[in-house]
């Protein structure tokens, strides 16, 4: 079973703008992580949030996390064509693998 | 640089078929897994090891089979057991436990 869900399913801006993608999680955690995936690639990971963190930035993005909503946010500032891709949350529901959401598919037109 | 290599990118099984897909790590990681992604979907993991000749099922082991021989390699078997094997299979690894994953670029299996 799925432990991440991210929200919306596809997400389509223009260049500059910027993107909000959610994700909703059931069981407790230690951390949350966000992945890009490029078209037919595999994924890179992007950031990290420990779950007694609220907030971390990296570069464009900005990560929140919300525990007791179980929920955290990816947004991306001022974003580019080459941002394009489908994006990721992983949670660690067991201790040895990560559980991976079906993702949002971000379209950002030029 | 350092990194995983899966091969190879595309892989086409006829029915009745064992295909191995190969996973290679020059990042001196103990933990190696393997997910499948179907369209649409997230990933789902289908084996992971965390150390040289040890491997546990992940969930949906059935139909496939890995070994774990050395630390770099982690290769999966497609049986003709899976019925439905057409996906993109990912080999991934990591430092450490929760630590961030690093993946292949994925081989896309296909049936004849």
């Known amino acids: 079973s799925q432990q991440g869900e991210e929200d919306p399913q596809a997400l389509s801006i223009q260049e500059g703008e910027n993107a909000t993608m959610n994700c909703s999680y059931k069981t407790s955690i230690n951390n949350l992580q966000w992945y890009r995936q490029n078209s037919g690639r595999g994924l890179v990971h992007l950031i990290l949030i420990r779950s007694n963190e609220r907030e971390k930035h990296s570069g464009r993005l900005r990560v929140t996390l919300d ?3 179980k929920s955290s946010s990816l947004l991306i500032t001022a974003s580019r ?15 040895y693998d990560m559980r991976f959401g079906a993702g949002t598919r971000l379209t950002v037109k030029p | 640089d350092g990194g995983i290599t899966q091969s190879p990118k595309y892989l086409f099984r006829k029915e009745g078929q064992n295909v191995t897909l190969s996973c290679e790590q020059n990042l ?12 649409g979907q997230g990933l789902r993991l289908i084996y992971y090891s965390q150390i040289v ?3 546990q099922k992940g969930d949906i082991a059935e139909g496939y089979s890995v070994s774990r021989e050395k ?17 993109f299979y990912l080999c991934a690894s990591t430092s ?4 961030p994953q690093h993946f292949g670029d994925g081989t896309r299996l296909s049936i004849l």
């Open chain 2, 53 to 55: 000749n040890d491997f």
């Open chain 2, 28 to 39: 001196n990681h103990d933990a190696m897994y393997w997910y499948r992604q179907d369209p």
């Open chain 1, 81 to 95: 064509a080459a941002d394009t891709a489908s994006y990721f949350c992983a949670t660690d529901a067991r201790l």
């Open chain 2, 71 to 87: 630390k770099e390699s982690f290769p999966l078997t497609v049986t003709s057991a899976q019925k439905n094997p057409t996906a």
């Open chain 1, 67 to 69: 525990t007791s909503k």
């Open chain 2, 96 to 99: 450490g436990i929760r630590q």
